[in-house]
């Protein structure tokens, strides 16, 4: 005689759930992973930054727009002369990949729909792989690229 009873209190219950998921979201600010947050921005200061690419600042000072890709880097060789300060703007194009510069303390994720940034100044001429620390997919292992530093 009382499942009547619950069940309507059960249902009740899911939509006070759900309208309060919904109010949280619009009031709080709280965003639900969807689409529209895959979206970096693109452009800024009249630089895109949907594409890989290295540019000089200034004297010694350089950044790159690194993607990373199954299973790459783009720009897949960094080169900068000794004592410069590159600043890094990593983007995924499809899932989590890890970036670590071997030989420094650089580790970052690549996360899709965000732009992790660091900065590092490479005192000493030599190559550093860039390795992917992320397990990402059977290219795992052979994803790496470089930073030379001449
Ligand atoms: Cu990319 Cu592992």
């Not at 759930?17 to 619009?26: E, N």
């Not at 030989?103 to 100044?121: D, E, F, H, R, W």
């Not at 001429?125 to 530093?149: D, K, N, S, W």
Request: hydrophobic share 45%; aromatic share 10%; charged share 15%.
């Amino acid at each position: 005689p009382y499942e009547r009873t619950w069940i309507v209190i059960s249902v009740a219950l899911l939509m006070v759930f759900g309208v309060a998921i919904v109010v949280s979201s619009l009031s709080l600010g709280v965003e639900i992973p969807g689409l529209s947050a895959r979206l970096a921005p693109v452009t800024a200061g009249g630089v895109s930054y949907d594409q890989p690419w290295v540019r000089e600042l200034g004297p010694g000072r350089y950044e790159a727009n690194v993607f990373a890709q199954m299973w790459t880097f783009q720009p897949n060789e960094i080169r900068v002369p000794t004592g410069s300060t590159v600043t890094f703007f990593l983007h995924s194009r499809d899932l989590v990949h890890g970036f670590k510069i071997v030989g420094t303390n650089v580790s970052l994720m690549a996360i899709p729909g965000q732009v992790n940034k660091v900065s590092y100044t490479f005192r000493q001429p030599g190559e550093h792989l860039i390795v992917c620390t992320e397990y990402c997919g059977v290219g795992h292992q052979a994803m790496f690229a470089r930073v030379i530093v001449e």
